[in-house]
């Protein structure tokens, strides 16, 4: 993958100065931070990879090019040249900024010169005004647009050394500007997609993919990967409707473990805020069988899960009433005997009706028809099945419903079937 280091120039007449970063400082004093900043960071560059200077008009005239302050001015051009990098330098222009128009065609300038999949490195020392946050907010765009990876955002932050009119009087070698790290900004903006998308869509992919990239040890890091990794494992076998390994999941341990994140000290801060998120995404969900039917359920309607629900609630409400009378509930005959059960008591279709082949099948139909959960959600069921068969046909049935109205009757028959399981049946 390529590489590339991203700057905007700015029009100030720079004072030389050296720079240092974790330790290291620079040898000589140089005019532009870009000079140190692409010494320190940009040393593997190579043929594939770019030096990219975004220039307004007068960035151009006072610091890109020689002579640009009304007086001998070496500018950055000419110095960079002078590293003899292995890599493309290029300088593109941008408009001032002045207005909106102008702001949106510095994004586009901007994020158009992405390569796909690029590793960028961000210096941010002279962008003015409005430019850190918009850089910011483009790399952001740009991870998704463009799947870039930011290897890191940097500020040389001159003014620690204090007012410029005190700053001359320093003696060239003894300026010393720190260069700031503010990679965070960027790992903020990871923090905050994920929260968002799993708060909202129950998505822990984003999540997922940040605890790997931590900086915590391999046994500090066990806990929070345990419980991202049993979240996603939870939420895919609700994507996939996998009933009875949500019946048999661990939903105790899990909270336990959740509970306990709050209990480590170096966890990453957005991180620590996710933890009561993480906790009610889960908080009702239990293995009685009951109160499970009706929490995934709602569940399911809170993300937009609704076929997923409609098809669980029918499954869960057969394994209810198989335990209600003690049958196998992962048998195929039992569960399709349920369902014609169901429709049996719906109809009321005398026996002699019934389009069963075996007196054995015919005694568990009459086990299961008295089923007490049976004889007061038969009708509810029923609702259940109409939906389930308006959503699989795709809505192109008559009298197919919109999606306002299946939402109502989804609302309303979740609210149906709490009416009965919450009840002491």
């Given at each position: 993958?390529?590489?590339?280091?991203?700057?905007?120039?700015?029009?100030?007449?720079?004072?030389?100065?050296?720079?240092?970063?974790?330790?290291?400082?620079?040898?000589?004093?140089?005019?532009?931070?870009?000079?140190?900043?692409?010494?320190?960071?940009?040393?593997?560059?190579?043929?594939?990879?770019?030096?990219?200077?975004?220039?307004?008009?007068?960035?151009?005239?006072?610091?890109?090019?020689?002579?640009?302050?009304?007086?001998?001015?070496?500018?950055?051009?000419?110095?960079?040249?002078?590293?003899?990098?292995?890599?493309?330098?290029?300088?593109?222009?941008?408009?001032?900024?002045?207005?909106?128009?102008?702001?949106?065609?510095?994004?586009?300038?901007?994020?158009?010169?992405?390569?796909?999949?690029?590793?960028?490195?961000?210096?941010?020392?002279?962008?003015?005004?409005?430019?850190?946050?918009?850089?910011?907010?483009?790399?952001?765009?740009?991870?998704?647009?463009?799947?870039?990876?930011?290897?890191?955002?940097?500020?040389?932050?001159?003014?620690?050394?204090?007012?410029?009119?005190?700053?001359?009087?320093?003696?060239?070698?003894?300026?010393?500007?720190?260069?700031?790290?503010?990679?965070?900004?960027?790992?903020?903006?990871?923090?905050?997609?994920?929260?968002?998308?799993?708060?909202?869509?129950?998505?822990?992919?984003?999540?997922?993919?940040?605890?790997?990239?931590?900086?915590?040890?391999?046994?500090?890091?066990?806990?929070?990967?345990?419980?991202?990794?049993?979240?996603?494992?939870?939420?895919?076998?609700i994507a996939l409707c996998r009933g009875q390994e949500i019946l048999e999941f661990n939903f105790e341990e899990l909270k336990k473990n959740i509970l306990t994140l709050k209990k480590i000290n170096n966890l990453h801060p957005p991180f620590t805020y996710l933890i009561d998120e993480l906790y009610n995404k889960i908080q009702?969900?239990?293995?009685?069988?009951?109160?499970?039917?009706?929490?995934?359920?709602?569940?399911?309607?809170?993300?937009?899960?609704f076929q997923q629900l409609i098809t669980l609630l029918q499954e869960f409400t057969i394994t209810l009433i198989l335990k209600e009378v003690d049958y196998d509930i992962t048998d195929l005959q039992n569960r399709e005997i349920v369902s014609q059960a169901f429709n049996i008591r719906a109809r009321n279709i005398p026996e002699?009706?019934?389009?069963?082949?075996?007196?054995?099948?015919?005694?568990?139909?009459?086990?299961?028809?008295?089923?007490?959960?049976?004889?007061?959600?038969?009708?509810?069921?029923?609702?259940?099945?109409?939906?389930?068969?308006?959503?699989?046909?795709?809505?192109?049935?008559?009298?197919?419903?919109?999606?306002?109205?299946?939402?109502?009757?989804?609302?309303?028959?979740?609210?149906?079937?709490?009416?009965?399981?919450?009840?002491?049946?």
């Open positions: 993958m390529s590489k590339s280091f991203i700057s905007i120039l700015g029009t100030n007449n720079y004072l030389e100065c050296r720079h240092k970063f974790n330790g290291n400082e620079s040898d000589s004093p140089v005019k532009y931070a870009q000079e140190d900043l692409i010494k320190f960071f940009c040393s593997d560059f190579g043929e594939n990879d770019e030096i990219r200077i975004f220039l307004t008009n007068q960035a151009r005239k006072k610091n890109w090019k020689n002579d640009g302050h009304g007086g001998p001015n070496e500018g950055l051009e000419s110095r960079l040249k002078k590293l003899e990098l292995k890599c493309r330098i290029k300088d593109i222009d941008i408009p001032d900024g002045n207005n909106e128009i102008e702001i949106w065609q510095i994004f586009e300038i901007i994020l158009n010169t992405f390569q796909k999949d690029e590793n960028v490195i961000i210096d941010i020392t002279h962008s003015f005004r409005f430019l850190p946050m918009l850089l910011t907010t483009l790399l952001n765009y740009a991870k998704y647009q463009k799947n870039i990876s930011i290897n890191g955002i940097y500020y040389a932050a001159f003014e620690v050394l204090g007012p410029i009119n005190e700053v001359i009087k320093i003696p060239v070698e003894q300026r010393v500007v720190p260069i700031f790290d503010l990679t965070s900004l960027s790992e903020l903006q990871d923090w905050t997609t994920a929260a968002f998308d799993f708060i909202n869509n129950a998505n822990v992919s984003t999540l997922k993919s940040i605890i790997k990239k931590n900086r915590f040890t391999e046994q500090e890091n066990f806990l929070p990967r345990k419980v991202v990794d049993d979240l996603d494992k939870l939420i895919t076998k009702n969900l239990n293995n009685n069988l009951n109160d499970l039917t009706i929490e995934i359920a709602e569940w399911c309607f809170k993300h937009n899960y002699n009706n019934w389009e069963l082949l075996s007196k054995e099948k015919s005694e568990i139909t009459n086990t299961i028809l008295k089923s007490e959960i049976l004889n007061k959600l038969y009708s509810v069921y029923q609702t259940l099945k109409d939906l389930r068969n308006d959503i699989n046909h795709g809505g192109f049935l008559q009298n197919a419903r919109n999606v306002d109205r299946l939402k109502s009757k989804i609302q309303k028959t979740i609210d149906d079937y709490k009416a009965v399981l919450k009840s002491n049946l």
